[in-house]
């Protein structure tokens, strides 16, 4: 089994386009992460209450990607951008599986707003993990910063 997995959770699929780059370029695993209730921001005040969410520090159910990690040693944690921190399936995550001593590589897409808190949101909740540098993009990125940005950081 690989070492690496690619954990990601993706709205309208972005963020799971650079998973899969990721996953082809590093040989790793791929997880996608699904909530039991799917988001829609379809309707006035959706948005607004995933705003709470997030301010809450809600943990959705998953109904996949909690499943142990113990085989892998680098896990990259994918999500987009929401409201300046990661979506909530990623909190889920990160309470649900032991991830002392791994090494975390954080990734997001954004539509201009970078990382905002993520990487720092993250760090919070593995404090007994290596945190290696990240990398965030908007839609249009290209297999070579995506390959670029691995080769840096030697995974
Ligand atoms: C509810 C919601 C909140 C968002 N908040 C931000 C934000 O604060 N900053 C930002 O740069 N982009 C924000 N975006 C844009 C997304 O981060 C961006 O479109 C991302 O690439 C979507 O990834 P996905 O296709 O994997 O879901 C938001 C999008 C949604 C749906």
């Given amino acids: 089994m690989s070492k690496t997995l ?3 959770y993706s709205f309208s699929n972005t ?3 650079l998973a899969e780059d990721i996953a082809i370029i590093t040989g790793g695993d791929i997880r996608e992460l ?3 209730r799917a988001y829609s921001f379809s309707y006035n005040g959706a ?3 995933v705003r709470n969410e997030i301010e809450r520090g809600c943990c959705p159910k998953l109904l996949s990607g909690n499943e142990p990690i113990s085989n892998y040693e680098n896990i990259f944690i994918g999500t987009p951008n929401w409201f300046k921190s990661f979506a909530p399936p990623i909190l889920s995550f990160l309470r649900n599986v032991d991830l ?3 090494t975390i590589i954080p990734f997001c897409t954004h539509g201009g707003g970078g990382f905002g808190q993520i990487e720092i949101n993250i760090s919070k909740e593995c404090p007994n993990s290596k945190l290696l540098p990240g990398f965030a993009v908007t839609s249009d990125f290209d297999d070579k910063q995506v390959q670029d940005w691995i080769d840096k950081i030697g995974i």
């Fill in 15 to 17: 963020t799971k386009n």
């Fill in 47 to 49: 948005t607004k209450e």
């Fill in 6 to 8: 690619i954990v990601y």
């Fill in 100 to 102: 002392n001593g791994k």
């Fill in 34 to 36: 699904v909530p039991e």
